[in-house]
């Protein structure tokens, strides 16, 4: 039987100002979309990455996953998987982007995470170009 394939991922975010997280994700180097009109969506994405942004007036409804549990184990709303942690921990650095966890460079696996304005933690985790990181 054929099958289709899946070609990336869409997660949504509940977001106080739309316009203020576009911009926040613009910083990491995402581009902007609005798609439809009655009501639009506004997607930002990076590479597969895709966020939808719903809007809300009520502070309440903003409930990102990581502030539910208080565990050192859960510490992140998306998991991302890239090549080359440390050019985008350049990035990130350079963006003046909160850094919450890390960056942790190892030879196995490098990790680090992100809080946005919305207060949503972002973790991204894969290899490093530069294995000078790694010399101590």
């Known amino acids: 039987m054929e099958k289709g394939n899946i070609t990336g991922i869409a997660t949504t975010m509940v977001v106080k100002d739309v316009k203020e997280s576009v911009e926040f994700y613009k910083k990491l ?9 009655n009501p639009a969506h506004h997607h930002v994405h ?6 939808i942004f719903h809007p809300t007036n009520k502070e309440e409804e903003i409930r990102p996953g990581t502030s539910y549990v208080d565990s050192e ?20 650095k350079s ?3 909160e850094i919450v ?9 490098s990790e680090i ?24």
Request: with cysteine.
């Open 29 to 37: 180097g995402f581009k902007h979309e609005v798609i439809g009109s």
């Open 46 to 51: 990076r590479d597969k990455l895709t966020i």
């Open 73 to 92: 184990l859960y510490y992140f709303d998306i998991y991302c998987y890239v090549d080359g942690l440390d050019l985008l921990v350049n990035e990130i």
């Open 95 to 97: 963006n003046g982007i």
């Open 101 to 109: 966890r890390g960056p942790n460079y190892s030879e196995h696996w």
């Open 113 to 136: 995470t992100i809080k946005d304005i919305n207060g949503y933690c972002i973790a991204f985790g894969g290899g490093i170009a530069d294995r000078q990181l790694l010399k101590f």
